[in-house]
């Protein structure tokens, strides 16, 4: 299995590189002195194994590795990230290498942008503790430190949250409650 797993961190090692040149963009003359935002706009997206031309099916199953051949292949994906400008910024830290193993190799057909401009920030973390790839590890979960709400706010703060839609911001002057405002509301009706 040792030869297998080197010749597999090769091909990575090949890839990282020896990254895929950036698709041609041609931006909308409004766009044309904003590289970000056109290649941001304009870049299908593909999958990891479509840009890296690495098939998921070569990466070996976790029953069959042992020692550091884990993270030997997961720094070396990662690697391949870095030279794709692909950032993965929700693996939990701490996670075994075996399971972050796990995590990227099942992932190997995350769709994604090859945005060498910008970059992308890769999230695999579905914020549902049930589907979350991290497994145990990820705080998708946890619950949210409760503020308790001083008392004298209280009969302020159930109006503003009823009248509010998504987006608005109300502002509450914490020392008269009663004096806040909603610009965006007029009336009591949304503006």
Not at 59 to 78: C, K, S
Request: hydrophobic share 35%; charged share 20%.
């Amino acid at each position: 299995m040792e030869k297998y797993i080197q010749q597999t961190i090769d091909d990575l090692e090949t890839v990282a590189q020896n990254p895929p040149k950036p698709s041609y963009i041609e931006p909308p003359p409004h766009l044309e002195g904003d590289e970000v935002i056109s290649e941001l706009a304009l870049v299908p997206f593909k999958t990891i194994e479509e840009l890296t031309g690495i098939k998921q099916k070569v990466f070996p199953e976790i029953i069959h590795l042992q020692g550091d051949q884990w993270q030997r292949v997961n720094d070396t994906i990662l690697k391949v990230f870095g030279a794709l400008n692909i950032e993965l910024v929700d693996a939990p830290p701490g996670m075994p290498p075996e399971w972050l193993y796990e995590v990227l190799t099942t992932n190997w057909q995350h769709p994604v942008q090859y945005l060498p401009a910008s970059g992308m920030d890769l999230e695999l973390c579905t914020s549902d503790p049930m589907t979350c790839p991290y497994g145990e590890y990820c705080d998708c979960d946890e619950a949210f430190d409760e503020y308790e709400l001083p008392e004298k706010f209280t009969p302020i703060i159930n109006p503003f949250a009823q009248s509010i839609d998504a987006g608005f911001i109300c502002y509450l002057n914490p020392e008269n409650p009663g004096n806040g405002r909603c610009p965006q509301i007029a009336d009591g009706r949304p503006a």
